[in-house]
């Protein structure tokens, strides 16, 4: 490589890095202004310093906890949830060479909306406790995930294959659910209806904590496969010929994707267009290179919810709007603009 090509190749990546920056404490800063928004007025300010205090010496105050046991939860998930979101439509865009592909294309949101639904209608869980509608959520969405997988390795694991079988679970999944909203009564259908839509009000340190460690797990290993995702883009022959197992590599990030969205809708129900919406603004900025697209997509995930939270609980305050909702108002606009602005696919 010559000089030249390497000063604009640094360049580019420095530009790269920025963007990751800027976005990075773009986050930061939204996060602490989610946290001042409540019925307990308190300032930014008021906000770093209670969390800077409470990692070393937690108070008692009420501004404490109304920060540590509320707020900062609900906030956290949002974070968790978006950049989990947010790298898994990056990841399933490449795999399925689709950009219409998100967490819920395979159709494992009907399946934790089932469950959830079993358990709230029916009172049928897969253990007992008050926990049984996320259990619930989380095995059916596995249960789906892997009755995907069973259905697209009759056919090696193309991606027509896997969103053909993701679309079959999904009129599945969502013809049972509909069968026991039928059935239900109607206390237990509006459990089920206010799941469905989507809210970070659930969330509390034990659910962040077994969120955070999937992500890190997983996250780590998806970052590994970046240069395969980026040669896999040019399609599964030129990939092979270029030494990449692609079906090894499509089984693996499948069940790592499948994973990390049940762990994260199980708690927070159904939040779409996160992970449609952010790998597309990341790929307009930093482009197709998953090195920094897939870490630019977690990041923008984020953001991204944690903004739609902020205007769920400011709109109609002190009505809170599911974040669900949130998501799609903000995100259908965004992809009309992309439909109208892009003549083209993304690759």
């Known amino acids: 490589m010559s000089e030249t090509a390497t000063v604009k190749y640094l360049s580019f990546v420095q530009r790269k890095l920025m963007f990751l920056g800027i ?33 070393f010496n937690p108070g008692n105050t009420t501004a404490d906890l109304v920060v540590w046991n509320i707020r900062l939860p609900r906030i956290l998930m949002g974070i968790l949830a978006g950049a989990g979101l947010g790298i898994c439509g990056a990841v399933l865009q490449a795999i399925l060479r689709n950009p219409l592909a998100s967490p819920f294309t395979l159709g494992i949101t009907s399946a934790a909306t089932f469950g959830a639904s079993l358990a709230m209608i029916l009172g049928i869980g897969i253990f007992g406790g008050s926990s049984f509608v996320v259990i619930n959520a989380f095995v059916f969405t596995l249960i789906a995930s892997f009755a995907i997988y069973a259905l697209a390795f009759t056919k090696k694991f193309t991606p027509g294959a896997i969103i053909m079988a ?35 009000g659930r969330a509390n340190w ?26 896999m883009g040019s ?19 499948l069940v790592l994707t499948s994973l990390i969205t049940a762990g994260i809708i199980c708690f927070t129900g159904t939040i779409g267009f996160i992970g449609l919406v952010g790998p597309h ?49 903000i ?15 993304y690759w």
């Open 281 to 329: 603004i990341c790929r307009m900025i930093v482009g197709p290179d998953h090195r920094f697209l897939l870490p630019a997509s977690a990041l923008m995930g984020a953001l991204i919810l944690l903004c739609a939270d902020i205007a769920a609980r400011t709109l109609f305050a002190p009505q809170v709007i599911p974040i669900g909702i949130m998501t799609s108002f």
């Open 166 to 200: 993701g679309i079959a679970i999904s009129y599945l999944f969502g013809a049972l659910t509909s069968f026991l909203q039928y059935i239900g009564t109607a206390d237990a259908l509006q459990q089920v209806v206010f799941w469905a839509m989507g809210s970070l």
């Open 331 to 345: 995100g259908v606009p965004f992809f009309i603009y992309l439909f109208v602005k892009r003549r083209g696919m």
């Open 23 to 55: 976005t990075a404490l773009a986050l930061l800063l939204v996060a602490g202004i989610a946290v001042t928004i409540g019925s307990y007025d308190m300032t930014i300010v008021d906000v770093y310093r209670i969390i800077a205090q409470g990692l």
């Open 235 to 253: 399609g599964d022959e030129a990939a092979k010929s270029m030494g990449v197992d692609v079906s090894r590599v499509r089984i693996i990030t």
């Open 206 to 231: 034990f659910s962040i904590q077994v969120v955070a460690v999937i992500l890190a797990v997983t996250l780590p290993i998806l970052l590994w496969y970046s240069m395969d995702l980026n040669v």
